[in-house]
């Protein structure tokens, strides 16, 4: 062997040594051994028994007039990225629940948009928090339709839809629910559980200010048995996936500026100067990989895997459901993509996407991206990073442990500006609310698929933590678009679709809050 390959292969060695140094030193991905091969079966809870016929013909009688308030709301323009039409939204949430009888409305002013808060006390035992958001995302170009904010009735291959921005995220369903809670009081003059309403218009931002919302009855909420999120989680087949919580997140940037340590300080200059002059664009591509493997699947943070906590064996039972009707290749398929990681399958991966933070890159960019040519070295580089934190794993400590191995690595020079964080939210799948949704699920002959939590994020801890109380998200009904053109809610499905159109979904929010307030006489 020449001196230059032996020298080839020796750095090759040392390099690999590293690397295997640093992944030893970075806590181990986690195995989770299951204690059991039991699976929660969903069917064996029993369907809700009560019939509320008066109220159902009370709903279909006013159908027509159910149906223009989901379009009264969708009309309402609701942008909180644009600050447009915000405050007459909240305004309108507030006009509702006064018009339904709620004794207490309050408009609550926060550092940023405001909140609605409402109670009905209908001297009943039981107490459910209803959780709304009234902002809607900024709206595209290319819908179908000409205006999204004109709540029109659109014929489509499932039937007839209400297609709007906000029509299914998340006006309508929360609309629906309001329809309903307005059938059982013009039937029965009162309500079986005594209702909170607790709405925000910064959902789409993040929730910066729902902990400013939340606070002036803090307290009183506490008291409560639940709180509920009115959501269409159906598929067009009437299939549907009940998901018990969320994974928290941080969302972060890290930017990489020229100064003392190297790099122009005040602008880019010309690109021929790399010979003499750090490349920032460089220097923040290094410190990224540094925090993974170099196929950017297993994250060398250390301590970062360590705080996860394992599945319970409920959690385990609600496993091992999902896992007996995986179906990795039509989930593939509609993403797009052709595989999963390592070639994961059933339980092994539903366990990774369930149970191990995440690292990604959400965007990244540095100098010129224009057409053609520009030989510049840009001054400043940044990127867009998100961590989605499963229980156990807390947003202060994730922060702390990155920024950690970053000055630990040599980039102390690097800035990580924390934008958003908040922890996951879990409730068990006994809770007599989620029992209590689950029956109602099953009345409809829509037996669930239930999920301990989401590999999504939102700020759902403020129920489960600030406030200790189980929290559902989810209901009858089936939209789709959201956050995209063509956002739409199913009112009335065509003859052979499964989910429920807006009828249905209303009886099955007036079956909800009966089942809650029956189990408390049991």
Known sequence: ?????????????????????????????????????????????????????????????????????????????????QDDGIDAMARLVADDLCALGFQEVRLVETPGHPGVLGHYDAGAPRTLVVYMMYDVQPVEPNWRIDDPFAGE??????????????????????????????????TRGTLPVNLYVVAEGEEELGSPNFGAVLAPWVDRLREADGAFFPMNIQGPKGDVALNLGVKGIVYFELEARGGEWGGPGRSEI????????????????????????????????????????????????????????ADEAAMQASLGVSRWIDGLQGREAIVRNLYDPTLNINGIWSGYTGEGMKTILPHVATAKIDSRLPPGLEPEAAYRMIRAHLDAQGFRDIELRPLSGYPAAATPVDAPLVQAALGVFNKYGAQPRVAPWLGGSAPFYQFTRTLELPFVFGGLGHGSGAHGPDEYMLIRPAEGVAAAGLAEIERSYVDLLHALAEDAAQ
């Open 270 to 325: 010309h690109g021929s100067l790399k010979s003499l002059v750090d490349s920032p664009a460089l220097r923040l591509v290094q410190a990224i990989a540094s925090l993974t493997t170099a196929d950017g699947n297993t994250i060398l943070v250390p301590g970062y895997y360590d705080a996860v906590r394992a599945p319970t064996p409920d959690e385990q039972r609600l496993v091992n459901a999902l896992a007996s009707t």
């Open 1 to 81: 062997m020449s001196i230059r390959k032996r020298a080839a292969a020796a750095a090759l060695v040392a390099c690999l040594g590293a690397a295997e140094l640093q992944a030893r030193e970075a806590s181990p991905r986690p195995e989770y051994a299951f204690s059991t091969a039991d699976a929660f079966d969903a069917s064996a809870v029993p369907a809700y028994a009560g019939d509320h016929g008066d109220v159902y013909a009370r709903i279909e009688a006013d159908l027509d007039a159910h149906v223009a308030h989901l379009q009264r709301w969708v009309r309402q323009r609701s942008v909180s990225a």
């Open 153 to 186: 009735l659109v014929e489509h291959e499932l039937g007839t839809v209400l297609m709007a921005r906000g029509a299914t995220n998340q006006k309508g369903p929360q609309r629906a629910f309001l329809n309903a809670i307005d059938a059982i009081l013009a």
